[in-house]
């Protein structure tokens, strides 16, 4: 019987599959309504799956509401890194990016 304090394997795949659901869902969902471009279905696949893999290890044990809410910000950030590294950013005229170089400049 397990204790309260670890999660069995399924439990923990489907913990942070939720997770990487929703991380995935919300930074591409930002991504988007500030101007990104999306990738293809597949490359969505492999960033769910890869915060799936990277979380599930972490939720062995119970996770307090201030870890999930952290391992939420580290995996939306990573996923709207990989997509404007995938698929890039379209923006209005004038609209201010930061450059790869570091700093802001309109386009």
Do not use: C, K, N, Y
Request: charged share 5%; proline share 4%; net charge positive.
């Amino acid at each position: 019987m397990m204790g309260a304090a670890t999660a069995g394997v399924p439990l923990r795949w489907l913990r942070a599959l939720v997770l990487a659901g929703v991380a995935l869902f919300t930074g591409a969902t930002a991504h988007a309504a500030g101007g990104g471009r999306l990738p293809d279905t597949g490359a969505l696949l492999v960033m769910l799956v890869l915060v799936t893999v990277v979380a599930a290890p972490l939720l062995r044990r119970e996770a307090s509401m201030t870890r999930v809410i952290v391992m939420l910000v580290v995996a939306q950030s990573a996923i709207h890194v990989a997509l404007t590294t995938a698929a890039g950013h379209t923006g209005p005229a004038g609209h201010a990016m930061a450059s790869a170089h570091g700093g802001i400049h309109a386009v």
